[in-house]
């Protein structure tokens, strides 16, 4: 018996080339090698036609969704009802930035956190209370370390004032390593009670004061008072324009002694200005979403 072949089987064309849209139909055919069949170099082989490579089977599209008689809400497969969703106006992109550090800071005041502790000096390792509400926040351990080695050859026998200070971790760093004297000024009840807690069981009581009042008006009392420092921290909230309003009342000077350093805390995309007042500022160090400003007094 003879077994005809289509010519293009010998051809053997190249997987997907022009010559397979040439073969007649679809699908595969194989034709086995059998006894008596034509004697070629080809005999042994498995033929194929010009169509060569697997079958292809079309992609069943899924069904089109029912629509509910009673008021055209979907339903799945499952037979569930679902709804639509409405659309979510998005922000622009720096509220969004806002928003998330706003978030991350919330989550921290809630919980979460590693317990803080002294980085290094006199009070190494000694560990902090913080509290636990929503208008504090402890400084991050790197930002601290970053602040705080910026401020080594300032520290020894410095007056430092801490703003916004919460548990007091920069303020109490400050004296581990060799302040003279801080003061801190908070209003947050909870905080207060935490950082006067953490003044005790460090026993710097006579090396600390604790003013719990709003900033703005501790300052112009300390100013009344004459008191001048050496080193200043302020890390107001983020979402507020405390940190503008702080520098400038900062920036008439009373408040600093000879070659004073300011520090400000703020989110990364809102810095404050490069001038304010009396105050310059020198450098930038970025921690993400957190930003140290440094200022230094003018002369």
Request: no cysteine; glycine share 12%.
């Amino acid at each position: 018996m003879e077994v005809v072949l289509h010519p293009a089987a010998r051809r053997r064309p190249h997987r997907g080339g022009p010559a397979a849209d040439r073969g007649h139909g679809g699908h595969q055919r194989r034709v086995p090698h059998r006894r008596g069949g034509p004697r070629d170099p080809w005999a042994r082989r498995v033929l194929r036609d010009a169509a060569v490579g697997a079958p292809r089977v079309p992609r069943r599209r899924p069904p089109p969704r029912r629509r509910d008689p009673g008021g055209g809400a979907a339903r799945g497969p499952d037979d569930r009802r679902r709804r639509p969703r409405a659309a979510r106006p998005r922000a622009p992109r720096a509220a969004r930035g806002a928003a998330g550090a706003l978030a991350r800071q919330a989550r921290a005041r809630l919980g979460g956190l590693t317990p803080v502790r002294i980085i290094a000096g006199a009070l190494k390792g000694r560990r902090l209370r913080t509290p636990r509400g929503e208008t504090t926040r402890p400084t991050a351990d790197q930002v601290r370390i970053a602040l705080m080695d910026a401020l080594a050859p300032r520290l020894p026998g410095a007056r430092v004032l801490d703003l916004f200070a919460g548990a007091g971790g920069v303020g109490l760093e400050a004296l581990s390593r060799g302040a003279a004297h801080a003061t801190f000024v908070e209003r947050d009840a909870r905080a207060v009670a935490a950082l006067r807690a953490n003044i005790a069981a460090l026993g710097v009581e006579g090396r600390a004061r604790v003013v719990r009042d709003d900033v703005a008006r501790a300052l112009a009392r300390l100013a009344r008072a004459g008191e001048t420092f050496d080193v200043v921290f302020l890390d107001p909230p983020y979402d507020t324009a405390l940190a503008a309003e702080t520098l400038a009342a900062l920036g008439d000077a009373r408040l600093l002694g000879a070659g004073a350093v300011v520090v400000a805390q703020h989110f990364t995309k809102r810095p404050p200005a490069a001038r304010v007042g009396a105050l310059v500022a020198q450098r930038t160090r970025r921690f993400g979403e957190t930003t140290l400003t440094f200022f230094r007094a003018g002369e």
